[in-house]
């Protein structure tokens, strides 16, 4: 059975897109983490950030200001007490 977290998981084509995103939300207050991207959606060099559910629109709306595209966005999924990846943007 498969139970939300409330997080996501968007994924960069690179590590300066990714940064700076990170970076302005984190300007805004917003509770992201930077994270390599893990191995079960990429392989190779990839990065993302994750962020709670709250902070979604404040998300999109930054990646539209910067004119940023993410490469996919995943919901963080609880799926036999491990975490698990639904793509919802790809």
């Known amino acids: 059975m498969k139970k939300s977290s409330g997080e996501y998981l968007m994924v960069f084509p690179c590590y300066s897109k990714a ?3 990170y970076n302005k939300l984190m300007e805004k207050g917003c509770k992201v983490n930077f994270i390599s991207t893990p191995c079960e959606i990429t392989l190779g060099c990839s990065y ?3 962020f709670n559910e709250e902070n ?3 998300v999109k709306s930054e ?7 993410a490469k996919s966005v ?3 999924v609880l799926q036999d007490n491990k975490e ?3 793509l919802i943007k790809g």
């Open 74 to 76: 995943y919901k963080i």
């Open 84 to 86: 698990a990846y639904q």
């Open 19 to 21: 940064m700076l995103i």
């Open 48 to 50: 993302s950030i994750r």
């Open 56 to 58: 979604f629109e404040i």
């Open 63 to 69: 990646l539209k200001i910067n004119n940023i595209k």
